[in-house]
């Protein structure tokens, strides 16, 4: 009895709560849809009715999100008890994955595994996407090597000689006597059927240079049994094929390669191939790609036998980057400014314009300067930005915090020998400076550049990097000469360039004083004034070339082609997702009119052998999972060589570095940014040196009522609602320290709140304190005089709503102590003596009685 | 007898046949006692009357003169010699001011000393009248005097406040309540109008009975902003400034007791003279209309938007 009632309380409870907290937002869109699964998988050889369970692994599979996803976003993939892998490829997408024994493949697949569901929408080989032909159809192949058919878990269809299809289709040749054949055939997202039996019969997004490189793979498997990998995902946009987006339900299929299990057939060759168990040892490598044991290879996928074992996570995909598009015909309110909000407002867009209580909310990505000046000009109600700017006309504006967040330094790096990525990768600011200043030379061209032929080639060869980063190889590569920059003016510009100016050795360098090992600064930038907004490109030289492509197209300065700045955060990002570096490095044409000698953007760097570095938001990081760089917080004078990290501390970006970071924000002036620069984060050493507030600055006088309103709404709920961490719509996205009511946090919030509503109410605070701004109000008209009860008879005091702030304009306080008191002092008087009078008269009468 | 009989009864006996003592004893009492116990009477009846007349007798007395105000300002705004600026003689009507939603009409006078608004509100001489351009700033009680603003701090944000002044019919919109420490709206901007109204609330027990503090009621100009006409007044006294008392009537109050004095000594002889009865029917309507006169000459003193 009591039970169920408290049964009944808790689901009550549950309702209320989630009526209350999601807002009209469908509930739990907070859950990121951690997945996790255990199950047995098995190898089985079967010889009549005798079954032989060659290897049995009980296997656990997480994945740390898989709700809401959008485009290119990398999930984490980690598994455990799995055979241990052997034969390591260089690079396990695509193709390159095959040859490897026992490892994991990890696939995207259009439906889910669920009986209950019609035929089309589950989950089969043929909506499994590959990037190539070898991952999916065999053939001609011998039938004694024709491993599939010995499969003992294969329908009779598939131990045909033609497996996968009825008939061998036209495009996939004949099929012959003494060969088999199979085709994994795949099925777009719009029903059509592609053979995919050649290259010409593949899907339009698995061409040869495809413009997004494969991203199924053939994972490692440590020999403990562990393997963690990063997959991303491929919405509609990317790979309208396999289609998936918020209404085409996908999975991402993980399929422990145990090897095929199999049955005895009448051809020796095929049952000998068929029982192969590896010919590499467990954990090594195969960088060659020599030929590995195929029964145990990801080649059959698709077999049954391997097919069987698969775990399928069932993912979601958040609403298209257009849906406000699509589904809101109202004229968009378009907030400009910072990338840094790039991430977080693709997910809290839909939360407005899917509410017709709401007005449509719009994030265009400019410049911090330039959108703070259209919002000066009234052209656009608010502008994102990180710092305080100079006001152009005489309206006031406040800045009301709207995320914490910030900019990583964001890279791929392989450690040598295939141990796989480097996770903890350490720079300082002197590391950035010589980057940013392009001060490796890169190449033996740039060593032709007067005052860099001492300088190390790139980053990974220089002893204060290999003093901090130990064990990476240094091999030189102009990738990893430059750092993958802005060419726009930004505030992270500013708050990394600041970072600089104020470390005493980076800017000793920069001041042209060598460092310890003798590196010095490339002369175009010696002495350049930071920080600076705008990172410029001042290196002029052109080296002396030879080759008859480099000569045609030595127009542009060597180094300058290095760094190729690109104008916006999320191309970096992207270029790390791919180790596709910007440098423009690559010459080609034969010089003939028809192919003329081009200078190109580089290859894509090898997997086992990347190194590329680039500046990127944390909310591209996290939402990419792009591995990120942990900073330098403390400064030391510049000294002698150091062949170690101590006595310098870092920090990664995280939200507890990033809370540390706000600890040591100092507000400024009501309603004004707070300071958080590189003077005060160096206070705190947990404190993340890439922190970075937005702020949404807006106007507090002149704007029309219902685009100050609007603004006021955008601010409250911006600060409330989507600060909840979560990948649905209107929630905060990694790589936001939510903004909160208490905590580190808590002065943004009041902050926000301040803001929001003198811009709701326009109150056009000006930053004189005190002046006739207390009391009533000033007015236009000029026989009006501000109203400013200066009572004499008042104690008038004069009380900050914000007891951090300087108090400008708030109301004073006018109280009477004869109005506050006066009504119950008279009650109690009339009371008193009301009763006085006959108790006086009752007390007389008793004595004279006596 | 009766009281006799019931007091013989029951268990309470001894106590009640003391009170009978007392009771028969009365007229034996020392006449310090007597006195004492009368003066406190007479100071209770006082106050009882006081606190009457600014909470209850109060709000008939503002009945009459918003009924009268009323009046004279729709004989005035029909003439078309209702004010629209200048130096406005204090207590005369300017405007009508009206929350349709609320229920509420009053007339509102120049002026905002004590004693202007015990008839409702007054407008601040020195700002721009409701209506025109830049800001006008309107008091008003909000315990005492039949309370016209006690509404605008309950449920009134949000609502709309129309204005009838000479220059024709204005809307506003209650826009928020200003309390101490609560920021303060820049000037409007040229051509823009805002109403402050000016009156006071308690906190803590006993709010509603304590009115001790002022707050703003901040309303927004919705319609068109009239021309402020006319050189306003530039200085105002200081009974003129919100939670202020209006020591003026001082002289005038003591002339009233004086008369009051003269009164009751009137009646005491009088009573000898006449008896009881002739005494008090004549006396009554004269003492009363001098208490009332007297309670509110001393109401004049009390802090003017309580």
Known sequence: MRARRLAVLALLGAVVASTVGSGGVVAANDDVGAFHQKRTVTREFVDGDERETVDRRTVTVDVDHTKNLRGRERVQVSWSGARPSAGRAVNPFGENGLDQEYPVVIMQCRGRDDASLPEAKRLRPETCWTSTVQQRSRGPVPDGSAIWRADAFATTRDGGPVSGVDALPKACGTAANGFSYRDTRFVSAKGKTFDACSEGTMPPEAAVDASFPPAEQAAFTGRDGKGQVSFEVRSRVENESLGCDQATPCSIVVIPIMGVSCKATDSRVLNGACRRKGQFAEGSSNYDGRGVDDAVSSRFWWSESNWRNRFSVPITFGPAPNVCDVLDTRAPVGFYGSELMSQATQQWAPAYCLRKDRFRFQHNVLPDNASFDLMQKDEIPGAFVSSLKKREGAAPTEYAPTAVTGFAISYVVDKPDNAGEETNLRLDARLLAKLLTQSYAGSALGRQHPGLEDNPLSLNQDPEFKALNPGLDDRSRESAAVLMNLSESSDVISAMTQYIATDREAAAFVAGKPDPWGMTINPSYRDIDLPRAEWPLLDTFRPKVEQQCLLANNDTPYLTRLAAPVTSFAKIADALIDAWPFAQTKCSGLGTDQFPFVLGRGDRQGVGSRLVLGVTTLGDAARFDLRTAALQTNELAPGKPFTSAAGRSFAAPDDASMAAAVGTAKPTRRGLPYTLDAGTLRTDKRAYPGTLVVYTAAKTSGLDRRTARTVGRFIRIATTENQRPGSGNGYLPQGYLPIRRTGATADLFRSAQQVASDVERQVGATATPGAGASGGAGASAPEAPADAPTDKAANGSTKATDDQLESLGATRSVTSVLGGWAVPLLVLLAIGCGLAAPVTRLLAARKALR | ?306
């Open chain 2, 1 to 306: 007898m009766s009281i006799m009989s019931w007091a013989s009864r029951g268990p309470g006996r001894r106590r009640d046949r003391s009170l009978v003592a007392v009771a028969q004893a009365t007229d034996e009492l020392p006449e310090r006692s007597v006195l004492l116990s009368s003066a406190l009477a007479v100071v209770s009846v006082i106050t009882i009357w006081f606190l009457a007349q600014m909470l209850v007798l109060g709000g008939l007395e503002h009945e009459r003169s918003q009924d009268r105000l009323y009046g004279d300002f729709r004989a005035e705004l029909a003439d078309g010699t209702a004010p629209t600026g200048g130096v406005v003689a204090p207590g005369r009507p300017v405007a009508l001011m009206s929350v349709p939603s609320l229920g509420i009409q009053e007339v509102v006078v120049e002026g905002t000393s004590s004693g202007h608004l015990l008839g409702g509100p007054g407008h601040r001489r020195d700002t721009v009248l409701p209506g025109q351009a830049g800001v006008s700033v309107l008091y008003g009680r909000s315990t005492t005097f039949g309370r016209p603003f006690d509404a605008m701090l309950h449920d009134a944000v949000g609502r709309h406040l129309q204005v009838v002044t000479g220059q024709g019919r204005s809307t506003y919109r209650i826009e928020r309540i200003r309390r101490p420490g609560d920021p303060v709206a820049a000037p409007p901007a040229e051509g823009q109008g805002r109403m402050t109204l000016v009156t006071s609330e308690g906190s803590g027990p006993l709010a509603a009975l304590r009115p001790g503090r002022v707050v703003y009621v901040e309303a927004s100009l919705q319609s068109k902003a009239f021309a402020p006409g006319g050189q306003r007044v530039n200085t105002i006294a200081s009974s003129e400034r919100p939670m202020a008392g209006d020591a003026s009537v001082l002289p005038m109050l003591a002339l009233t007791l004086g008369g009051l004095l003269v009164a009751v000594v009137g009646v005491v002889l009088a009573r000898r003279r006449f008896g009881p009865l002739v005494t008090w029917t004549l006396a009554v309507p004269v003492v009363a209309a001098l208490g009332w006169f007297a309670g509110d000459l001393a109401l004049h003193l009390f802090p003017n938007v309580v």
